[in-house]
């Protein structure tokens, strides 16, 4: 089954332990984004990869970090999370010029 | 920055009404349209996509785009409490890859 594999699903943590989120894609895109979504203020894009070894910042990268180092893995690290990294975070992932994103299930953050 | 913004309601309708959403854009280079439905919890996903001026159909959905006006709307026909959810906005600009989101529109459909 096509499909982006986010893990974990859920996760509660302290501030200023670093974590990651995994994502992989069983695809083959190349193209693959990290998004975030709050309250009111929709989804906002934090890092986008066009292709291995390729990322650039979307709208809130702040705070995160991401790799490339296969096509189909595409981690977020967060290095010193913070309470306001509390949010439900998205990757997806899709062809380059193609009809859409294929969204991940979601991973839930919290910050304390 | 790329804008798309939506009336984030909530709009609720009766059971077979039909349901308008709408949705505008500021970038004009902009060339895909697409969108998504998002029940409480889960994660969006693609109902329709459009690319060129006027109506496209796909069932029970209708999606229709202006670019003069910078505009695009889903109708929805024949509304079922099932189509109760956030539905999305999406666009993308020309040459790129990277969607920009609007915050959605709470859809309640009352049996």
């Known amino acids: 089954e096509a499909q982006v594999t986010q893990n974990p699903r859920y996760l509660i943590t302290v501030t200023g332990k670093k974590l990651t989120v995994t994502c992989s894609q069983n695809?083959?895109?190349?193209?693959m984004s990290w998004y975030r979504q709050d309250p009111g203020l929709g989804l906002r894009q934090i890092y986008y990869s066009m292709n291995v070894e390729v990322t650039d910042k979307g709208d809130v990268p702040e705070g995160y970090k991401v790799s490339r180092k296969e096509k189909r893995n595409f981690p977020l690290i967060l290095e010193s999370p913070s309470p306001n990294q509390t949010s439900l975070y998205f990757c997806?992932?899709?062809?380059?010029?193609?009809?859409?994103?294929?969204f991940g299930s979601g991973t839930r953050l919290t910050v304390v | 920055q790329k804008e798309v913004e939506q009336n984030s309601g909530p709009l609720s309708v009766p059971e077979g009404a039909i349901a308008s959403l709408n949705c505008t854009y500021s970038d004009r280079g902009s060339q895909s349209f697409f969108w998504y439905r998002q029940y409480s919890g889960k994660s969006p996903e693609l109902i329709m996509s459009?690319?060129?001026?006027g109506d496209k159909e796909d069932g029970r959905f209708t999606a229709q785009l202006n670019k003069a006006s910078q505009y695009v709307s889903l109708l929805i026909r024949d509304s079922q409490p099932s189509d109760s959810a956030t539905y999305l906005c999406a666009v993308k600009g020309a040459g790129a890859n990277n969607l920009f989101f609007g915050t959605g529109t709470r859809l309640t459909v009352i049996p």
């Open positions: 695809m083959n895109h190349e193209y």
């Open positions: 459009i690319y060129s001026n």
């Open positions: 997806a992932s899709s062809t380059i010029g193609g009809n859409g994103y294929t």
